[in-house]
């Protein structure tokens, strides 16, 4: 079992920049993928940015240029930079793993990551 806790999330201005921080514990060995998902009001649950095991990241069409997906493993905790942030981020973001020893790792499908965390709030105002 994998446990996934979120922070730093929070309320902020359009154009403002926040840090999700994500600790993972447990069985982490047992993940090759690592990631973040989020669902605003009224919108399904959409792919940000997910990180390999070998370092390879991806991102949803909406961030690129504007988040950064990295991860301590000395730390077992993931990150996600966010800056210029839009109205449109608001949402409820959730640290997400994907079991096993090898695969791929993408941010097109929600149902391919196998533990969530609670999540952590981020409301951008105009």
């Known amino acids: 079992q994998v446990r996934l806790a979120e922070s730093g999330g929070g309320s902020v201005q359009d154009g403002a920049s926040l840090r999700l921080s994500c600790v993972a514990s447990?069985?982490?060995?047992?993940?090759?993928?690592m990631g973040w998902f989020r669902q605003g009001p009224g919108i399904e649950r959409e792919g940000v940015a997910v990180i390999h095991n070998d370092g390879q990241s991806r991102y949803g069409d909406s961030v690129k240029g504007r988040f950064t997906i990295s991860k301590d493993s000395a730390k077992n905790t993931l990150y996600l930079e966010m800056s210029s942030l839009k109205p449109e981020d608001s949402g409820m973001y959730y640290c997400t793993a994907r079991s096993g020893a090898d695969g791929y790792c993408g941010v097109e499908y929600a149902s391919d990551m196998d533990y969530w965390g609670e999540g952590t709030r981020v409301t951008v105002s105009s």
């Open positions: 447990g069985s982490t060995w047992r993940t090759f993928c």
